[in-house]
């Protein structure tokens, strides 16, 4: 069974700092590019970084609204992609997703194969 288990949400005060997990089981974790994406309440999904698989090529993506606070990387021995969150501010308010795309970062949301749950990042002002 293919499961992404997202943990490491929770309450923070801004510029506090949060590091969310993607854990992931029932497929070939190393040929799969990750992303995480989030979704506010009233607002589109919208796309936050991605880490390319060890097949593909060696880029990372993040959103120019993240860019500079966010850190994004994988340990393929753990099957698992971490998203390290800096500077936190209350618009990066959402629930944070995990998805998984063969190979390669891809910015469209529908072509990614697996999603997690989600898990909920609350910034207080």
């Known amino acids: 069974e293919v499961q992404l288990v997202e943990s490491g949400g929770g309450l923070v005060q801004a510029g506090g700092s949060l590091r969310l997990s993607c854990s992931a089981s029932?497929?070939?974790?190393?040929?799969?590019?990750i992303g995480w994406f989030r979704q506010a309440p009233g607002k589109e999904r919208e796309g936050v970084s991605c880490?390319?698989?060890?097949?593909?090529?060696?880029?990372?993506y993040h959103a120019d609204s993240v860019k500079g606070r966010f850190t994004i990387s994988r340990d393929n021995a753990k099957n698992t992609v971490y998203l390290q969150m800096n500077s936190l501010k209350p618009e990066d308010t959402a629930v944070y997703y995990c998805a998984a795309v063969t190979l390669v970062c891809l910015s469209d949301p529908e072509l990614y194969k697996y999603w997690g749950q989600g898990t909920q990042v609350t910034v207080s002002a």
């Open positions: 880490i390319s698989s060890s097949m593909g090529s060696a880029f990372d």
């Open positions: 029932g497929f070939t974790f190393d040929d799969y590019a």
